[in-house]
């Protein structure tokens, strides 16, 4: 009896720690990931793909921090700009609209990734129990 009551604890301090480190290896996303997911939801959204034509136009963009949304105004009007790659002379332009949309959008895709890694996630006693077998916890 005491002899199992070690097993159990072995295998949830084991399924524990399993968790944390794999919440810690998967950041939600990932780099690559996001920034392709983020180019689609900013054409969804209405915002254009905009090429630097210029060597002038080009300094501009590579000063533009990646991944982040930057306001601009030009000509009394307020425009977004967001660039999500370092290798190519572009960045996404929208207006007002576009970029209430795309927060809509980056909002629904934040809450999709939650619901399918909370789907992902599962408590398995016997898997846990199989593992400690497999390193020497067993009977």
Known sequence: MRERAKRLGLAVMIAALGFFLAGCATAPGGAASSTASQADLLQRAGFKLYTANSPKKLNYLNSLPLNQVVTNLYHGHVHYLVRTSSKAPQC??????????????AQQAEIARDRQQAAAQRWDPEALEMWADSQGAGP
């Open 92 to 105: 996404y332009i929208g207006d007002k609209a576009a970029y209430e949309r795309y927060q809509e959008l």
